[in-house]
């Protein structure tokens, strides 16, 4: 099959001849964006909704979901380091000419994309606690994998495979991840000294503390009482 019958190296040569025909102001804007603009992007909406979470009733389990979506990113990562040594796919621009490369050393394997992997990681874990955010933030990985494309360094399956991965991972594992982060967000809710950074609402304390043995709750509740 000659390289042009080949939809993905098609859709590669269209999306990246747009930078091509940019001028060089858009493609440095692209090249700061595809490598560090969006993953900036979903800290801030990942900040955004640790800062909302806090104030729900559910507070402890929001916070516990929202830990999960930068470790979710970091698993994710890691899975993806034996699926690019085991396909050992090249870079689009070390086999295919003509293409306007905007980022230079990018030497390693191309399948699948580490951004978007972890894009789309932090976008999922975002979404399971925040439909608005996570759906915002789903798009901006979706970018994420668009701009490096545009850039020339993936191929669109890279960043359709990344995109994939990192929704897997952060699905598949949460309900085990959530079970080992539950025990440490309700001791830190129930912490005078850093309760704040997982609850601010008392129907989560409530919640905290009922994690804890009757006999740690008792004597608070009678000192409430008192």
Known sequence: MAEWDNPDVELLYDINGLAREAPDWADHLMEYVGEYGTIVALAVLGLWA??????????????????????????????????????????????????????????????????????????????????????????VAVFAGVCRIYMGVHYPTDVVGGLALGTAVALLLAPLALALLM??????????RIGRLVSVSPESESEARAGEPDAERQPRDRDLVA
């Open 50 to 139: 640790w800062w909302t979470a806090r104030r729900r009733p559910d507070a402890v389990s929001a916070v516990a979901g929202l830990v999960w979506a930068p470790l979710a990113a970091g698993v994710a990562v890691l899975v993806n380091v034996p699926i690019r040594e085991f396909v050992e796919r090249p870079r689009p621009f070390l086999t295919h000419d003509g293409l306007e490369v905007l980022v230079e050393g990018k030497r390693d394997f191309s399948f699948v994309s580490d951004h978007a992997t972890l894009a789309m990681a932090l976008a999922v874990g975002i979404f399971m606690v925040n439909r608005r955010l996570g759906l915002v933030g789903i798009l």
């Open 183 to 192: 025990p440490l967000m309700r001791a830190m809710a129930a912490s005078p």
